[in-house]
Structure formats: structure tokens, C-alpha cells
């Protein structure tokens, strides 16, 4: 259940604060701005990455080794996002490595997964995120679809799997 209750946190905090946000376009803009330092809707996308740092390792726990890890590194490394958030006093640099960690872990785990069932498609999922969240890292009017779509596939797996875990 932890699988699917993940991404569900994540998603629902940036749509909805996304939508809550005049002005903010979840195209040109990267999610962490939802809950950057004076952001009104701080509360609610650090709501949501907490929730999805929280709940991944509690999946990564009933799932093989490799893939486990990875979902847990995922996890932990949101928790970290949502810890070192932009425009901190520290500065923008714990955000960048904890983001990073997270990235290459969302996109490991499909690929580390495949076994799991759906090889193909685990496999398409993994290497599309990394193409994709690779790409939002530059300057781009569509960097903010870029990172969603990359993190959305991952988030779609982590419920593709988890739901047909349930069902044995």
C-alpha cells in the first residue's frame, strides 16, 4: 500500500499547489519552487514530499534488495529535499545533491525492478526518466513538464507495481 500512497503524497502536493499558486507554470517551473523558502504553499509541497519520503522505505521493506534499496534511497533523499529547501539561508547546494540522489534513484529503480514483472515496460520507464530528468536540468521553457514527466513515470510504476503486488 506504502507503494501506491508514495506518489499519490508527491503529486497531489505539487497539483495542487500548483494550482493553488497565481502565475507559478508547471512547464517553465521545477516543483521544488512550490516549496521554496516564502513560497505560500511551502506547507503543503513539503506535506508532500515528507509523506513520499516517509512512506517509500516503508515499501522499499517488503521489496527485493536492489530495488528496495533504490526506492529507499529515493525516499530518504526527498526527505533531504524537503529538509534543504530553496532559498535557505545555507544556501541552494544541499537542495541540488539531495535532488540529484533522488533523481538517479527514481530512474534506477524501474530499471533495477524489471524483474518484478512488466520488463519491458520497467525498462522503457527507467531509461525515460533518466532522459527526461536529465533534460530538466537545463535552462529550458519546458523544464517544468520535463521533471514531471520524468518523475511522473517512476511515480506511475511505483503504483503499477505496487498494485500488482497486492494482487499476488
Excluded: K, N
Excluded at 45 to 65: D, E, N, Q, Y
Excluded at 81 to 87: D, Q
Aim: net charge positive.
Amino acid at each position: 500500500m506504502a507503494g501506491i500512497a508514495a506518489p499519490i503524497c508527491f503529486v497531489t502536493g505539487w497539483a495542487v499547489a500548483g494550482a493553488r499558486t497565481p502565475g507559478y507554470s508547471p512547464v517553465r517551473q521545477h516543483i521544488s519552487e512550490l516549496a521554496r523558502i516564502g513560497a505560500p504553499t511551502r506547507p503543503l509541497m513539503t506535506a508532500g514530499m515528507v509523506g513520499f519520503g516517509a512512506l517509500a522505505p516503508v515499501w522499499a521493506s517488503s521489496l527485493p534488495r536492489r530495488v528496495g534499496t533504490s526506492v529507499g534511497a529515493a525516499g530518504l533523499a526527498t526527505l533531504g529535499v524537503a529538509a534543504a529547501p530553496l532559498g535557505a539561508s545555507f544556501g541552494d547546494g544541499a537542495h541540488a545533491a539531495a535532488a540529484g540522489v533522488a533523481y538517479a534513484a527514481m530512474a534506477a529503480t524501474p530499471l533495477l525492478g524489471a524483474h518484478l514483472g512488466a520488463t519491458r515496460t520497467s525498462r522503457a520507464a527507467g531509461l525515460a526518466s533518466a532522459a527526461l530528468l536529465l533534460a530538466s536540468l537545463a535552462d529550458s521553457p519546458v523544464t517544468g513538464l520535463l521533471q514531471r514527466a520524468g518523475l511522473g513515470v517512476v511515480d506511475a510504476w511505483f503504483v503499477a507495481t505496487g498494485l500488482r503486488r497486492l494482487r499476488g
